[in-house]
C-alpha cells in the first residue's frame, strides 16, 4: 500500500517502514500503558478526583489498546522492549515524587509533560499515518486534551504555591523526555514523521499549558527557551 502525502511517499509494507513502526508503535503502546497506570496512581492520590482519574485512566488503557490493532492491520507485532527501556526514567520520576509526597511533580510528569509530548507526537504523525490508524489518532488525540486539561486546572487553583516547584520538575523532566527523540530520531523519519515538527508542536502546547497553569507569556517562554538551548548544548 503506497500513499502521497504532502511531500512523501510513503509504502506501508516496505521493510523499512515496518521494522521502524514496530518500535514507534511499541513507544506509542507502553507511553499509553504507562499513562494508565499513572492516572491510577493520581487516583489514590487525589481520593476526591479518584473517579474522574479513573475514567482518564481507562481511555489511555483504551488508547494502547487501539494502538496494539493500528499494528496488527499493518501485521506487525509492537517491538516494546526499546519503549520499555526509554520511558524507565521517567516512570522513575513519577514514582520517586510520589515517594516523596511530591504530587506536584506526578501532575506535572504525567498531566503536562507526557500528555503535551503525546499531543505533539500524534500531531505530527496524523498527516503521515495509514487509513486505519488515522481514525484512531484522531479520536485519541482528542482524549489527551481532556488529560491535559485536568492538570492545567489543578495546577492552576494551586499556582500560587505550586509555581517553583513546577518549574523545577519541568527541569529536571522534560530533558529526560526529549532525549527520547534523539534515540527514535531514524524511526520516526522512517515512519514520515519530522523529529523537528514533533518538537516543535510540543513548544506551542507546552507554552499554551503553561500559560493555562498561570505562568505569565515570557516567563513560560523563558523556562522553554532554556530547555531547549540545554537540549541544542546536550547533543
Ligand atoms: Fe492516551
Ligand atoms: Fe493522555
Redesign the pocket.
Known amino acids: 500500500m503506497t500513499i502521497t502525502s504532502e511531500a512523501n511517499e510513503i509504502n506501508f509494507s516496505s521493510n523499512s517502514y515496518l521494522d521502524a513502526y514496530s518500535r514507534i508503535n511499541g513507544m506509542v503502546i507502553v507511553g499509553e500503558g504507562l499513562?494508565d497506570r499513572h492516572f491510577r496512581h493520581l487516583a489514590r492520590l487525589f481520593p476526591a478526583d479518584s473517579e474522574e482519574l479513573l475514567r482518564?485512566g481507562a481511555?489511555?488503557a483504551r488508547?494502547a489498546k487501539d494502538f496494539v490493532g493500528c499494528g496488527r492491520n499493518l501485521g506487525i507485532k509492537a517491538d516494546v522492549s526499546l519503549a520499555h527501556k526509554l520511558l524507565a526514567p521517567l516512570h522513575q520520576q513519577f514514582i520517586e515524587a510520589e515517594k516523596k509526597y511530591d504530587f506536584v511533580s506526578c501532575v506535572v510528569i504525567q498531566c503536562l509533560i507526557?500528555?503535551c509530548f503525546?499531543i505533539a507526537a500524534y500531531r505530527t504523525y496524523l498527516p503521515v499515518a495509514d487509513s486505519y490508524a488515522t481514525h484512531i489518532t484522531k479520536y485519541v488525540l482528542n482524549?489527551?486534551f481532556q488529560?491535559l486539561n485536568y492538570g492545567e486546572k489543578w495546577l492552576k487553583d494551586r499556582f500560587g504555591q505550586v509555581a517553583d516547584e513546577v518549574e523545577m520538575c519541568i527541569r529536571k523532566a522534560v530533558p529526560v523526555t526529549m532525549n527520547l527523540l534523539s534515540i527514535l530520531h531514524p524511526d520516526l523519519k522512517a515512519v514520515g514523521m519530522d523529529p523537528g515538527e514533533l518538537v516543535a508542536e510540543f513548544v506551542v502546547c507546552f507554552q499554551e499549558s503553561l500559560e493555562q497553569v498561570g505562568f505569565l507569556p515570557k516567563n513560560a517562554q523563558k523556562i522553554i527557551r532554556s530547555l531547549m538551548v540545554a537540549q541544542m548544548l546536550a547533543a
Request: charged share 35%.
Open positions: 499513562a482518564l481511555m489511555e488508547h507526557i500528555e503525546a482524549d489527551e488529560h
